[in-house]
């Protein structure tokens, strides 16, 4: 008697963290990817000049520099740094990907769920901006069909906009 899924089934579910995208969408990025999550404040991030508004700047992560970014803002929708003070606690996510991890402000968890990969959707230009286009995986419908946005943490840590700064 085997303990491990046959590799069809590895292959077909993929377990996302869910979290919310401006004030009404649901994004996941793959718990695969994900290394922590925590509160903190923006008070602990150093600011470095010249970079793009997207990143906040530098975070001391358990004793290594870590570049840390606001998503929404990466992604072209308002800052979440504008609604709140430096002051206020924010939910960090840390991903990693080949090696390179980055942090990502985010405005709030939801839960981890489990996706059946085959019935995961194509974006296009018209269902999203295209700003967003580049670092989707894809999306899924519910059963109410209420959309699940799915993140590419490669596509997010590899973005042009580090290449061209060398982050």
Known sequence: MSLIKAPTQ????????????????????????????????????????EVPECVLGLYNWRGEMLWWV????????PPLTNSSNSVSTHMAMVIQVQEKT?????????????LDLRQIKTPTL???????LPFLAGYFLD????????FDPVA????SLWKRRNY
């Open 143 to 150: 059963e109410n069909q209420e959309t699940l946005i799915s």
């Open 10 to 49: 590895l292959q077909s579910e993929q377990k996302l963290l869910s979290f919310k995208l401006g004030e009404k969408d649901v994004a996941g990025i793959p718990l695969e990817s994900i290394i922590e999550v925590f509160p903190f404040s923006l008070k602990e991030i150093l600011p470095v000049p």
């Open 102 to 114: 980055l942090g990502l402000l985010i405005r709030e968890l939801l839960d981890i769920e489990l």
């Open 156 to 159: 997010i840590v590899e973005s």
């Open 126 to 132: 018209g269902l999203f901006p295209g700003q967003l």
């Open 70 to 77: 606001d998503l929404e803002h990466m992604l072209g929708m």
